[in-house]
């Protein structure tokens, strides 16, 4: 009863970085399923233009993609919330004590309700497309096969886990922190061309569940959630041993920043 009264005693006061992050969300699955169209669906002119190499259709996705997520991490509002956009981002950042835990509940949650209503508007906004093979709403799939699954799991853990540890080593750095908003932009560009053809590259939960929602599910739905959150739970855990070896005194920053209050 009384961590429910704090939960919502923290919603009343913290609500504008919540929203933040599930504005992030939509944003995301919005400009990624309008790229995914553009560059994969057989009327497009700019597939068409394009080739027929599923590479080269990947790395258009892969710099829409990328770029967006960078341009939200260096926005006032992204820089406002810590542009988390990403349940398991949040629980690698919640296992640091880089953000508290009732914040951390309200972000996945506001994370997860921002997927499922940019589910329902990217259905409606590109219904006449959305359903063709070379798109299938943007979902995010294990390859076909006996083994598809294993090699999808393998792959999430894989650049989720490169993907915390690339966000932890430049936040912890003086010199690098200003970049991590880049590195983390082309980071997904780069797993948008090379690693998608082996899961879907999502990453996230709440991106799959959006996508998956309008497709009226998706295979394999749970690896998406197993992977990424295994990945950057034990991640932030390897890190954080190494960081109290290294700076046993040093007082990991908690975002979003309530100093002030």
Known sequence: ????????????????????????LVAFLIFSSVAAVVCFHPSS????ALGPHAWVQRLGVGLIVGGLVAAMAYSPWGKR?????????????????????????????AQFAGALVAGVAIFWLLAPWFSHPAVHY?????????YGWVIALGAEILISGALMMVMLSSLHSARLKQWTGAFVGLLL?????????????????????GSAMPAGGSPGLWLYFVGPLTATWVTAIVYGRWRRRHSPTERPPVYPDYSAE
Do not use: C, K
């Open 138 to 146: 943007n979902t995010t799939r294990p390859p076909e096969g006996a």
């Open 81 to 109: 919330s810590g542009a988390h956009f990403n349940p398991a981002v949040t629980l690698g950042f919640w296992q640091l004590g880089h953000i508290r835990t009732a914040d951390a509940i309200w972000y996945v949650v």
């Open 1 to 24: 009863m009384l961590f429910a009264t704090h939960l919502l005693r923290t919603l009343r006061r913290h609500w504008p970085h919540y929203l933040v992050e599930a504005a992030g």
């Open 189 to 209: 560009a780069l797993f948008v061309v090379v690693e998608a053809p082996l899961s879907g590259m999502s990453l996230n939960p709440a991106r799959t569940l």
């Open 45 to 48: 002119a700019v597939a068409r």
